[in-house]
């Protein structure tokens, strides 16, 4: 059926903060996990991933932190810019599976 | 490199009609993959490929046909356009299906 109306979550930041944006995976079976930043009126593009033989993964600017038990992962992003505004994904990828992708969170960044 | 090229960026069909929308990548990708993505949802993966002449159904596959004559391309085809189908379609490639994803710009389709 249609799915009229549905409003991603929304995190709004002040320009300098950290913010955290959470994902619930839902296959314990993933091996692979990556996070995705998309702009408006563009297609996703890649901002780190990590493999579920690690808990924690850092790039400039960004920490992945991934908590097998609860099966949570999470995109911490420091000293949030304007330029980060946008809609991030996170996917898993089950072994021997397809990626799957979450729902996504706008980030809204104020000045 | 180009990456990956989606055309057109923007289409409005009417109630079956039918179309072609065309992914290109230029980077020897083997693995190619269509999704849709609708309002606050993720994306969902309707056709994929895993080399040329080698297609398979994703999540959502009814209504759509895809083939993969060659590396380079992957097309999508609409074979009786229908409301539901409005989207933004994105196309993306990797070298192996696993890692390293990368996609299109994205076709938004209306139909009315």
């Known amino acids: 059926g249609e799915n009229v109306g549905l409003h991603l979550p929304t995190l709004s930041v002040q320009e300098g903060d950290n913010s955290i944006i959470n994902c619930a995976y839902s296959n314990s079976a993933s091996d692979y996990f990556i996070w995705y930043k998309q702009e408006s009126g563009k297609g996703p593009q890649f901002i780190i991933d990590i493999r579920s033989n690690m808990d924690k993964r850092q790039g400039q600017r960004v920490t992945v932190l991934l908590n097998k038990t609860v099966k949570h992962l999470s995109l911490q992003i420091a000293a949030t810019q304007p330029g980060d505004s946008a809609v991030y994904f996170c996917?898993?990828?089950?072994?021997?599976?397809?990626?799957?992708f979450g729902q996504g969170t706008e980030l809204s960044v104020k000045p | 490199n180009a990456g990956v090229t989606q055309t057109p960026k923007f289409q409005v069909l009417k109630t079956g009609q039918s179309m072609t929308l065309q992914c290109a990548q230029d980077m020897n990708h083997e693995y190619m993959s269509w999704y849709r993505q609708d309002p606050g949802m993720g994306l969902r993966l309707i056709h994929y490929s895993v080399g040329a002449g080698i297609t398979d159904q994703g999540e959502v596959p009814n209504g759509y046909n895809v083939s993969r004559s060659t590396t380079e391309d992957f097309p999508l085809r609409l074979l009786s356009a229908a409301p539901s189908q409005t989207s933004v379609y994105f196309c993306?490639?990797?070298?192996?299906?696993?890692?390293?994803?990368?996609f299109g710009s994205g076709t938004r389709l209306t139909v009315v």
């Open positions: 993306a490639s990797s070298y192996s299906g696993v890692y390293g994803y990368t």
């Open positions: 996917a898993e990828k089950p072994q021997g599976g397809k990626l799957i």
